[in-house]
């Protein structure tokens, strides 16, 4: 039965991990598409010239900006906690910014 359990805690780590970063990162990355196209006045249309287009939105740009951020944000941590394991260390969370540890 111990065995079990293990095998559903790691299974669980797995699937959050698959969510977050299979899943979790183009969902974020959509959101900022859109979040740009927002900003820009939701509107992609090309209107003539001396004609009002649509009304922007800056909030919408700022929003696209962080959502493009936080995936850059993820993509570093990844590839650094690839580099880190690949070396022997591993990527360490107990600061506010990660730091590369060796193993105990």
């Avoid at 780590?13 to 990162?25: C, F, T, W």
């Avoid at 910014?97 to 105990?104: L, Q, R, S």
């Amino acid at each position: 039965m111990h065995n079990l359990t293990l095998a559903f805690a790691g299974a669980w780590k797995v699937l959050a991990a698959s969510l977050i970063l299979g899943a979790g990162l183009p969902a974020i990355f959509a959101l900022g598409i859109r979040s740009l196209a927002y900003g820009a006045g939701g509107d992609a249309e090309v209107h003539e010239t001396g004609t009002a287009g649509p009304k922007a939105h800056p909030i919408g740009t700022i929003g696209g900006y962080v959502a493009f951020a936080l995936v850059l944000l993820g993509i570093a941590l990844g590839i650094t906690f690839i580099v880190a394991t690949g070396l022997g260390k591993a990527l360490s969370f107990e600061h506010l910014y990660p730091t590369i540890v060796d193993k105990h």
